[in-house]
Nanobody
């Protein structure tokens, strides 16, 4: 079965950087889209970025464009989210998600598999 395990969250000052990892296991993920979402207290889960595992397409939310970078490592079966120039508004629990897809879904209900999440807190 598919298993997604996030790591790399923590406390960082505004303007700093953090890299999240999502270790994926349970199947071959070619043909899958891997997404990162985040959920702040009292808010709905929001799209951050998505990447086609086999390469070629990447999509970012406008709020993180130019600051965050999503990537994959086939050797490590891992999806990364490099986050730079972090802002207070980036504070949230970050979730990794996966779905077999041709298009690039940006809504949570389109994804089949989810990790448990990792907390990112940006302080002033």
């Amino acid at each position: 079965q598919v298993r997604l395990v996030e790591s790399g969250g923590g406390l960082v000052q505004a303007g700093g950087s953090l890299t999240l990892s999502c270790a994926a296991s349970g199947r071959t993920f070619s043909g899958y889209v891997m997404g990162w979402f985040r959920q702040a207290p009292g808010k709905e889960r929001a799209f951050v970025a998505a990447i086609r595992w086999s390469g070629g397409r990447i999509v970012y939310a406008d709020s993180v464009k130019g600051r965050f970078t999503i990537s994959t490592s086939n050797a490590k079966n891992t999806v990364y989210l490099q986050m730079n120039t972090l802002k207070l508004d980036d504070t949230a629990v970050y979730f990794c998600a996966a779905v077999p897809a041709v298009e690039m879904p940006t809504t949570p209900n389109r994804y089949d598999y989810w990790g448990q999440g990792t907390q990112v807190t940006v302080s002033s």
